[in-house]
């Protein structure tokens, strides 16, 4: 079966998956059990993101003994937020499912979103009450994101909350309608309002595996988030500026009073060199905090495919391919 042989389904699930062959089976049982139970018409959307290992054999081989099953698989590692955001492109469900391939998020849960999601919820987000066997810098750090990230932008972005959540389809529709190339879903989701709950779980550990997120990815992710959500650290830039200028202001005029009206001149090396070295860590700081909106723009100019898709089994994205 192809797209073009089918409109659309009740329920789609998105699952991008990054080496994740030891989870696959488990994962695509416990995910057939759950979907089938909400609806008979549903599709599980794998998306490969340039796995090191053999999860494309595996998903090969599910979605040739299932026809409710597709994959698409990507050319090299585009990273976990594109590949959501492909699944999201060529899924043709009334409601999305969006779950990470390594069984963190529990599928089972999605029966919970759905009962959400009738009570006329158009995105019902899983958020964390507890993260079993992750680090404590981890959890240290992930906790603080959220919290800088919420006060940092007006819009209300849940905290403890990754992606996996149930979305409307006109959510999704939005969703298309936002372009940018540094994606951070979660907050895009936020931006664009309707009726949001949440149900609560326990993040279990990984079984297999390890995390795909380095920390230099992590950092990167943040500040995804943060510059796309907020100008907040531009006019920190611009008010420390003026800050430092009126304190050096200050020292300005204390050091004329002193040379002309109690005959001292200041002097000393350490304080110049303290002083200086302050000053150039500032600029410096300032100049990166630019250089991220800069690079931001830079990407958006450039307007680059987001993914490119190797293979695939859903027919209709075949123009993508030519
Ligand atoms: N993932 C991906 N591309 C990547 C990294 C991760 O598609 O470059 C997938 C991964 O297979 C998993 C989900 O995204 O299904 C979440 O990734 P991970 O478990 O590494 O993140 P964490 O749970 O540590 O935040
Ligand atoms: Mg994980």
Redesign the pocket.
């Known amino acids: 079966m192809n797209r073009e042989d089918k409109k659309e389904v009740d329920l789609s699930v998105v699952?991008?998956?990054?080496?994740?062959e030891l989870v696959i089976d488990e994962l695509y049982n416990r995910l057939s059990r759950v979907a089938s139970k909400i609806a008979s018409n549903y599709e599980l959307i794998f998306?490969n993101?340039?796995?090191k290992d053999n999860s494309l054999a595996s998903l090969i081989r599910l979605a040739r003994n299932d026809n409710k099953v597709y994959f698409i698989n990507f050319s090299r590692?585009?990273?976990?937020q594109i590949?959501?955001t492909a699944g999201l492109d060529l899924c043709c469900g009334k409601t999305i499912v969006i779950i990470?391939?390594?069984l963190?998020d529990p599928p089972e849960l999605i029966e919970e979103m759905f009962a959400k999601y009738k009570e006329g919820f158009e995105v019902v987000y899983a958020r964390r009450t507890e993260r079993n066997g992750?680090s404590w810098f981890?959890k240290i750090t992930a906790k603080l994101f959220y919290r800088i990230l919420r006060k940092s932008t007006n819009i209300e972005i849940p905290i403890d909350t990754?992606d996996f959540r149930l979305i409307d389809k006109r959510v999704a529709d939005y969703l298309k309608l936002m372009p940018e190339q540094n994606k951070f879903l979660r907050g895009q989701i936020a931006w664009l309002g309707f009726r949001q709950t949440h149900v609560l779980f326990t993040r279990e550990k990984?079984k297999f595996g390890?995390?795909?997120?380095s920390v230099t990815?992590m950092l990167r992710f943040a500040m995804d988030g943060i510059t796309g959500f907020s100008d907040k650290p531009l006019s920190l830039v611009t008010r420390s500026g003026f800050f430092i200028s009126f304190l050096s202001f200050i020292i300005i005029l204390y050091a004329i009073y002193s040379h002309y009206f109690l005959n001292r001149t200041i002097t000393g090396w350490t304080s110049l060199i303290i002083s200086s070295m302050f000053v150039g860590g500032i600029q410096l700081i300032s100049i990166g905090i630019i250089g991220e909106y800069i690079s931001r723009i830079n990407k958006n100019v450039i307007n680059r495919p987001l993914y490119i898709i190797e293979s695939t089994n859903i027919k209709s994205s075949i123009q993508v391919l030519k």
């Open positions: 699952i991008p998956v990054y080496s994740e998306v993101d340039g796995s590692n585009f990273g976990h590949a959501v990470d391939g390594d963190q992750e981890k990754g990984r390890k995390s795909g997120y990815q």
